[in-house]
C-alpha cells in the first residue's frame, strides 16, 4: 500500500505523482504547540525519505497542519477550540501573575492536573470512535510516533498492538525514566523544581530526596484517570507507566551541553538540538534592521508561542529599558501597540529566531527558557538573558545559568534597570560570550547530526519491528525486586537466624560451664 | 611538531615525506594479545588520518609491531621474554586441565593476580625510568589512549596531565562500571562468572548479590597494590578507582545484540563490532579447499591467539569428530601433527578468520568465546559451538547460547559425540541460522560504523582536551553520600525523634486524664 505524492514539475508543465513503493507507514500522534516545532522536522524529513504518515490529531489542534506528504485525519473531540483555547488564555495571563514559591510548585501541578484530564476526554473520544479505530485498524501501520506527553499515544500503540517511537523532552514526575527503567539517583540527578544543579549540598540532598519521593506520589495521582481509562479501554491490569515502558525508542530532545550528565538507558537517543539550523538570509527589511545596528549588534527577544501577549504595564518595563541600550532589539510581540516606541526596537508578529540567532550582529537572546530557544541559542552561541514562566522553563534556565552563558531575571520583579544590568552583563563581560561559543563548540562536534540519528532509530523501528534487543529486563521486575528488597530481607532473615544460633550457643556453653562451675565448687 | 611519514613513492622513484601539520600527538598503552588486535585497528585509522601515535609498549611485548605510520617505544621491565612466555605457556595447559567449578574460579582470580603482579613491577619500570618519562613530557602528548585491563596507563595520564580514553571490553569484578559510576543493579545486571543471564529467579538473583558483594571485596585485593604504587608515585591520596574515574571517554567493545541491556553513562561509547571487516577473497589454496566442500559448507575452529596447542589425546576428540561430519574443517593448531589427518579438515597456523566466517559456506565456527571471534561470528551471522577456556569467555558464551545462535560445551567433559552433535544442532537445527541471520541484521543496522564512532570520540576528546560534559557528578560524592545514606539516616534521625515526642505527649496526656479520672474517683 502507498499513497501518492503528488508535485506540480514546473520543466514538464504537469503534476507529477510518485508512489513510494519501499516506504513504511507511520502513525503520528503530536502534541499541538512548540512541542511539534521540533517533531515536525522528523515527520517532515520521514515523509521526504517517503514513509507514508498519517496525522492523527484532535480537531481542536491550532498549529498541526498536514502538507502534500503528510496527511492528516482529524478526530472530534467533546470540546471546542474555543474552550481549548479559553483555557490557554487563562493560562497565559497567569504567568504574569506574581504567586508564592510552593503556590507556584502547586500552580504547575494543578495546570498539568488540568491538561491531563482535558487529554483523557480527547483519548477516549478517539478510542471509542469505533469507525475510526476500525479504519486505524485497516491501514496496517508499521509504527506509532507519539510525544508521551499526551499519554494517548501509549495506548492507542497497545490497542493496535504496533511498536512506538518516543519524541520528547520530557514527563513531569520524572515518569519517562521510571517507565524507561533509567536509574536516577536522587544525589546528583535534580528533582523537577529543585533549582539545585547536579552538585548539591547536604539541605539540596535532603530536598532533592524529599522531592523524589513527592513525585513518586505526584505521578499516581496526575495519571490516575488515564491508568483508569488505560485498563478499562484495553481490559487487562496495566497502567500507563506500564504502556509507556512498552516504548522501543526514546528520542530525546536534549544533550549533555544542556543536561547534568547522568545515567540513561540503551534505548535513549539524545537528539538535544534538532530544531537548530544553519541560519539562512533575512527578508530585506529585517536585514536592513539589523545590520544597522552597527557594532553594537542586536538583541532577540520572544517569550515562546504560548504567551500570545503580556500586560501593557509589563511591556513598558521592556521598552524603557530598551530605549537606554545601545544595541537594536527584534522583539516577537502580539500585544497592543503602545504610543511610543523606541527606534532601536523591532516589533514582529513572527520572528525568524533561528535566522536571527545565527546572524553574525546577535549579541543576546532574551528568552522564556524553553528548550527550543535555548537549543537555537547553544547552537548559535549567543548568551542569555531567560525570563522563566512556567513548566520546566525554571529548570532548563538554571542549566544554562549554571554554565555560565546566562542570567536569569524573575519576570515578576524585573524592572527596566535589571534588564539593562543583565544584558549589560552577557554583552559586555567576555567571559559570557567565550563559554557560550565553547558549549557551542562542543554541542555541534557530534559523529552525527540529531536529525539524521532521529531518523535512524525510527527508520530501525520500523525496519526491525521494534527494539527488542535494548529492552532491559528491568522490566520483568516489581520495584521490590528491581531493588532486591526481598534477597536482602531473606539474607538480614539468615543473619538474624545465626546469630540467634550464635546466641543460644553461647548461653547453652556458659550455662554448662556455670554449672560445671558450680558443680566443682559443691564438691 | 610532527613527525614526518615517509613512503616509497614508485611513480616518484624516490622517497616522499610527508610531515602532517594537523595531526594530534597521542601516547598510546596497549595491551599484548588479543586485546592488541582491535585496538589495532583505531590506532592505526589514527595515525592514518595524520595523528602522531607512539605505541608505549614492555619490551617483553610479543604481538606489537609499529609501522611506518606509528613510532614505537619499547621500555625495559625487570622480567624477561622468556619468563612472561613460560607464565604464558603454563597458563596455556591450565585451560586444559579440569578443576571443580570454585576452584574454576579462583583459578581464574589468581591467573590475573599474577598477571596484576607483574604488571605493577612492569609498571613501576616505566615511572621510575626518569629519562623516558623527561622524554614522555618534552613531546607534549594531547592525549592518552589505552587499555586499562593494563591499569598502568591511568597513572601516567595523571603524571603527564593527560585526557584519557579507554578502549575495553571490561575489567575484572567490575571496576569499569564502579569507576565510571554506571549503576549496575544486582537484580538484572549479572555478576561475573554467574553463569544467569538478565532474567534471573530468586536464588540466581541471591547469588548473583552475594557475587556483587564479593567482588567489591575482589576489587581492593586485586588492585591494591595499584593502589599502592599509586598512591607512592603521584605523591597524593588516590586509588586506581579514582584515577580510571577520570577517563574522559570508554570505548566498550561490545554493544546490545551481546550484552544484556543495563544502565550506561554519557561518557560509555559502544563499538562492539569495530574488528568485523567485510571478508576478503582467501588464497587460492584456501578457496579451493573451501570451495570443495560442496552443499555441506565449511567449519572454522580456532581457540584464540592464547592457546598456542592442545594436547594430543584432547585433539584426538576433535579429530574423530570431524572424521565423521561431511563439512570441511577449518583448524587454526599450532600443535603437534598427529599420524592421521582426515582429508576433511585442513590444519593451518593461522586463519583468515573474519574472510573465512564471511565466506557463504561458513556453516559453523567453534571458538573459544572471545568478544573478539563472537563478534565476527555475529556480524557474519554463522551460529556458534562454544568450549569457553578461561576469563570472561564462559560469560561470554553464556550470552550467545541464551540468544539461542550457539551451543555451549565443556573442553574436559568433550567426546566425539557431544561436538558432531552441537555441530548438528547448529548447521542443521534452521532455528539457529534464523535466529543467527536477525541478531546480525540487529548488529549491523547501525547509523555509524564503530571504527567511525571510535575514531570520532578519540579526535573529540584531542579537539575539546577532554569530555568533561559528560563527566557525572557522582564522582565527587562519596559512596555513602552516592546512595543518599546520610539523607536516610536524617530522615529517620527526625522520624524517631518526632515518633518520640509524640509518644511523650501521649504518655502525658494519658498520665494527665489518668490523674483526672483518680480525682474525680477519690471526689
Redesign the interface.
Known sequence: MGWPVCRWAPGLLLWACVCPALGERLLVMPVDGSHWLSMKLLVSELARRGHHVLLLIPETSVLIEGSELMRIQRFPVPYSREELSSSLTGFQKDVFQRSPPLTDLLLNVQRLLSFTDMQVIGCEALLYNQTLMEQLKREDFNLLLTDPFLPCGSILADALSLPSVYFLRGLPCGLDLLAAQ??A????VPRFGMGA???MN?PQ??QN?LMGVVELLLCRVMYRSFDELAARYLNKAVTYRDLLGHGAIWLLRYD??FE????????MVYIGGINCQKSSGLKEEVEEFVEGSGEHGIVVFTLGSLVQSMPAEKASVFFQAFSQIPQRVLWRYTGELPDHVPENVKLMKWLPQNDLLGHPKARAFITHGGTHGIYEGICHGVPMVMLPLFGDQGDNVHRVASRGVGVVLNIHDITPEMLIDALNTVINESSYKERMVK?S??HN?R??EPL??AV??TE?VM??KGAG??????H??NWF????L???G??LFVMVIVVMVLIRCCVFCLRRCGRKLQKRKED
Open positions: 533509567c536509574p539517583p536522587v544525589s546528583y544543579t547536579d552538585r547536604f540532598r535532603l530526596t549533555f551541553t547534568y550528565p547522568k545515567p540513561t538507558m540503551p534505548n558549549l563548540a562542543i562536534d559523529p552525527i539524521d540519528l535512524f532509530w530501525f525496519r526491525n534487543h535494548l529492552r532491559p529486563a528491568a520483568d521486575l525486586q528491581y531493588h532486591s526481598d534477597v536482602i531473606f539474607l
